[in-house]
Every structure is written in structure tokens, then in C-alpha cells.
């Protein structure tokens, strides 16, 4: 029985099965999976959806009262997405795969590419083909060299075709060939795959900026009163959020002191923004950890270097300064107050808590107005510009346990008042309004006074330490210069082939290009022109076939 009628007989292919791939051939084929470029492009695109939920969800590195507000507003949903990490999207388990997947796979991706292109730039250009006719871009020149009187040979003809290539930027090499045919073959472009290669090598360097500039990098916010001083260390922060690895014990103790804050006004009386700020400027002094001092003016997008930090302008407000006198007549509490903005008119939402006011402690909610417009009983407090042309302090005042003492945190721009006492409130008629032609007022129950000293102005600080952006500065730079280079940098092949028959020199030559082209044909013409100038020719459409397409 031959071996088609045992197939015919079980009815099975005689074809033998694969070997199993055994564990060190899955992990060969799962790397090169890895590392395929599709798989890094899908991988580029997995992070940028894994990030989306950064932007949604409210993230615990930058405001865990939020986060803790959010899970207590929805218990059910809120508990499943802080397990699976929602709140903290960027140092996540699975964002974190993703990004060290598509660091891998890039590094799979170029390595080998560049050691082959390494190669293939000490290699010599590829063999002259045998049929030139087949090439997308064919040109043939037929010149009759002893009518023309011409001193031109085969190998003279392509000595000449090699010069004018090297002069072009090709790598020329001059081949013998048999039957007196002589050929050069010719390639450029290489810079083109090296700009690609450089381009994922930057994309690398963008991944490990961010990444050490995550690690050993911080972010902090200060809101710095006129004529106060800030220091770069832990304490001196509103809010201060390290990289994972940064001890905070390496901050640069330098100072700040903001010495004016100047804002220019639209004063055109025909504009739409009548009124509205238009620029703002920090004056500045500015002591360095050695010793010495300068003056920096800080703008709107301009930041101030200092000590490898950035420090930006990111607001800016008043802050009006009052006098607590309690009912002991001891002074309990004397300063500015920052005032939060509310609208466009610089109208500022004020608390202040007087926790060592005798015999109670005191507390107070309103709001500043720059330009304040009040009538007792007939209009609406409210701010009409946001320059200080009439500046105006309004209060409720209460006085109890404020809760300090509890060891609970509270925000200090919120006042509870659900278990205190209310002593002055506009909805009685008795609210306090304090301006330059009424600066005091007294509290009732012999729980003493409040005075507004006049108001002095703010800035909030955001200061930056990011170590890794000077990397993906400059990788940035390398990838957009890799890609102009690999988008504008034609890769080409031309062969030219010379030999001469009844004394006719036919020189036949093709153009190839490596991927798109669309001025192959053209780069074909101009070669034409050239070798017309070098041997003193002029060639018409009857001097030379063109075969393209083919």
C-alpha cells in the first residue's frame, strides 16, 4: 500500500505537526511580538486612553479632599474605583505596565534597526541589475561617438556618471563588467532611516524625562502677602507634592520676598473690558542659598529660575489687614487675610479664625470689596471695579469653640458655623462694614472689636523642580528634527550601465527609490542634463527612450 492510499484509507493528512514551541521559544516569540513597531504604536495609543481617567476622576497627589469627598458621595463606586486605582491614574500598577511595555517594545523596536543599519551604511550599493529597463524610472542614451567626433569610452562615460553622482551625495562604486560593459551603482538616502531611528530613540528620551522627572521632581503652592518672605522648605509650602523617590530634605533654601505687585487696568471707556486687568508684575527680591540677593520682576508666563526651581505666577488677589481686639482688650489676632477672588471684579470671599480671643474664640465670614458700592438697607453689597478705589470689608461675626482643638483638619478658608453663637449678621441689619471713613466696628456682648488697617496684595506661587525636562526638552528636538529628516530625505538607487556597439555609446540607467518618491522622475531629468553638460551634448525626445511605470 503506497502512502496515497493509506491517506485515502484513515482519511488524514500525511503532513507532520509542528514541533511545540517549548518555554524558550513562547518567550522568543512573545518578545519578538514585543517589539514589533505595530505593537508600540498600539501601546502609545493604550497609555493615551489610560490617562483619560486622570483628567475625569480627581486625582490623590494633587487634592485628596477631593478624592475623599468623591468616595463619600458615591460608596458604592467610589470604594471600587480606589481599588482599582482611579485616583491615582499615574502611579497605577496598569498605567505603570503599560509604560514600561512601551519602553521595552521601543528599545526592541530601534536597537536592531540600528545595528542593521549600521551594517547595511559599510556595505557597498547593491549590484548593478542585469535588465535596467524593469526599474520604475528608465532612461537610455544612444550617442554616436565617432560622427560626433567625441573621445568618449565606456569607462570614461561612467568615470564621468560616478563623478557627477558623488557630486549629487550618492556612494558611487565603478563595476567591470564582461563584453566591455562597464557600470556604477550608486546610492543615497541613508540619512533617512537614521532620522527615524533618531526620532524613536527621542520618543525614548521623552519616556525617561517623564519618568525621572516623576521620580525626583515636586510641585508646590504658596500664597506670598506683600512685604512677606517665603522660604523654599517643607513648612514654608501651602501644599507640597514630591515625586515618588524625592526626600524633601534636598530643597534649596533659597528666600523669596515679594516686595510689589503692580496690575495695569483697561482704562478705554468705549472697550467691552472696561475695567478688567490686562497685566500683572511681581517685584521681587530674590536670596540665593549663597548669601547674595537680586531683584527679578515674576509675569504672567515668564517664570523666575531660582536654585533649579521654576516659580510661576498662577494668581493673584487681596488681602485685607484687620485688628481683633477681644473682649479682655488684649490684641488676639493682627495681619493680612488672604481674600479668595469670587468675579471678575476682584470681589473676595474672607474668613478669619481668632482661636486665642478671650473669653471666646471669634470668627468671622465675609467678603472685601475693592470698589465697594453699599447702602445699608437699600443695595446689595458689591465691588462695580476691580482697582481699589473704595476699598470695603463686610463681616458676620460668631463666637464659641471653632473646633481647633479637635485634632480634626479643617480647611482655612471655610468656617463652620453650625455650633457657634452668631453675633452680627446682614440679615439682622447688624453686619459689620468696615471701610477707610469707618474703620472699626464693635462687637456686641462685650466680645470686643475688629479694625481694617487697609489692604495690602497677593500672589499665588506655583513652584516646579522637574529634572527630567531639560531630556524631554531636548528629545523633543532630536524627534522633530528625526522626523523632518525621514519625511524630507529621499532614499535612492541609480545603476548606470555603458558600453559601445558600431560606434554608437549607449548608456542606460535606472532609478529605484526606497518607499515614496514622487520626484524620482525628475531626479532622472536632471541627470540627463547633467550628463548632456559633461560631454558637450544636447539630447532632444529623439536622443533617448523613457521607460516608466514598468
Known amino acids: 500500500m503506497n502512502a496515497s492510499e493509506k491517506t485515502k484509507k484513515t482519511g488524514k493528512s500525511a503532513r507532520k505537526d509542528a514541533p511545540a514551541l517549548g518555554f524558550v521559544g ?74 514600561l511595555l512601551l519602553f521595552i517594545s521601543l528599545i526592541g523596536c530601534v536597537t536592531p534597526r540600528a545595528i542593521k543599519h549600521a551594517k547595511d551604511w559599510r556595505k557597498p550599493p547593491a549590484r548593478t541589475p542585469r535588465n535596467l529597463s524593469r526599474l520604475p524610472v528608465h532612461r537610455q542614451l544612444e550617442i554616436p561617438v565617432a560622427d560626433a567626433g567625441l573621445n568618449l569610452s565606456a569607462k570614461g562615460a561612467i568615470e564621468d556618471a560616478a563623478r557627477i553622482l558623488k557630486k549629487s551625495h550618492y556612494r558611487v562604486e565603478i563595476r567591470d563588467e564582461e563584453n566591455d560593459h562597464y557600470s556604477v551603482g550608486a546610492e543615497r538616502g541613508y540619512l533617512r532611516e537614521i532620522g527615524n531611528i533618531l526620532f524613536h530613540v527621542a ?85 540665593d542659598p549663597q548669601g547674595g540677593t537680586e531683584q527679578k520682576t515674576l509675569k504672567v508666563n515668564e517664570p523666575v529660575d531660582i536654585g533649579g526651581t521654576s516659580i510661576f505666577l498662577s494668581g493673584n488677589g487681596y488681602a485685607p489687614v484687620v485688628r481683633v481686639t477681644d473682649g479682655e482688650g488684649k490684641v488676639a489676632y493682627e495681619g493680612a487675610v488672604v481674600g479668595i477672588t469670587t468675579d471678575g471684579k476682584y470681589t473676595s470671599s474672607v474668613v478669619l479664625k481668632v482661636p486665642d480671643a478671650k473669653p471666646s474664640q471669634l470668627g468671622f465670614v465675609g467678603m472685601f470689596l475693592p470698589t465697594g458700592d453699599y447702602a445699608r438697607g437699600t443695595t446689595v453689597p458689591h465691588s462695580v471695579d476691580s482697582a481699589p478705589a473704595n476699598p470695603m470689608l463686610i463681616f458676620q461675626s460668631y463666637s464659641g469653640d471653632l473646633g481647633l482643638n479637635s485634632g480634626q483638619p479643617q480647611n482655612v478658608y471655610v468656617l463652620d458655623t453650625s455650633k457657634l453663637q452668631e453675633l452680627n449678621s446682614m440679615a439682622q441689619g447688624n453686619g459689620i462694614v468696615l471701610s477707610a471713613q469707618n474703620p472699626e466696628a464693635v462687637l456686641p456682648d462685650n466680645k470686643g472689636k475688629i479694625e481694617f488697617l487697609g489692604y495690602k496684595r497677593y500672589v499665588g506661587l506655583d513652584v516646579r523642580h522637574d529634572p527630567g525636562q531639560n531630556i524631554v526638552l531636548y528629545s523633543f528636538v532630536v524627534a522633530f528634527a528625526g522626523l523632518i529628516v525621514s519625511l524630507f530625505v529621499a532614499r535612492r538607487r541609480v545603476w548606470v550601465r555603458a558600453h559601445t556597439a558600431d560606434g554608437v555609446l549607449v548608456v542606460e540607467y535606472g532609478l529605484l527609490a526606497r518607499g515614496e518618491d514622487p520626484r524620482l522622475a525628475n531626479e532622472a531629468e536632471r541627470l540627463t542634463d547633467a550628463f548632456a553638460a559633461a560631454w558637450g551634448l544636447e539630447f532632444d525626445d529623439d536622443n533617448h527612450d523613457e521607460n516608466e511605470g514598468k
Open 203 to 287: 520618543m525614548i528620551g521623552i519616556l525617561v524625562g517623564v519618568a525621572f522627572g516623576s521620580l525626583y521632581g515636586y510641585r508646590g503652592q504658596k500664597i506670598l502677602v506683600q512685604d512677606e518672605t517665603f522660604v523654599n522648605s517643607l513648612i514654608g509650602y501651602d501644599s507640597f507634592t514630591p515625586g515618588t523617590n524625592y526626600n524633601p530634605d534636598w530643597l534649596t533654601p533659597y528666600a523669596v520676598t515679594l516686595n510689589n505687585f503692580q496690575v495695569r487696568y483697561d482704562r478705554q471707556q468705549d472697550s467691552h473690558t472696561y475695567g478688567q486687568d490686562l497685566d500683572y508684575k511681581a517685584e521681587l527680591t530674590v536670596h
Open 26 to 99: 513562547m518567550l522568543r516569540w512573545c518578545w519578538t511580538q514585543l517589539t514589533k513597531m505595530n505593537t508600540a504604536l498600539m501601546l502609545l495609543l493604550l497609555l493615551a486612553v489610560a490617562a483619560v481617567p486622570g483628567s475625569i476622576f480627581p486625582q490623590r497627589v494633587q487634592d485628596p479632599t477631593k478624592v475623599t469627598d468623591y468616595i463619600k458621595n458615591h460608596p458604592g463606586w467610589g470604594e471600587f474605583a480606589d481599588k482599582i486605582q482611579l485616583f491615582d491614574v499615574f502611579s497605577s500598577a496598569w498605567f505603570s505596565a503599560i509604560y
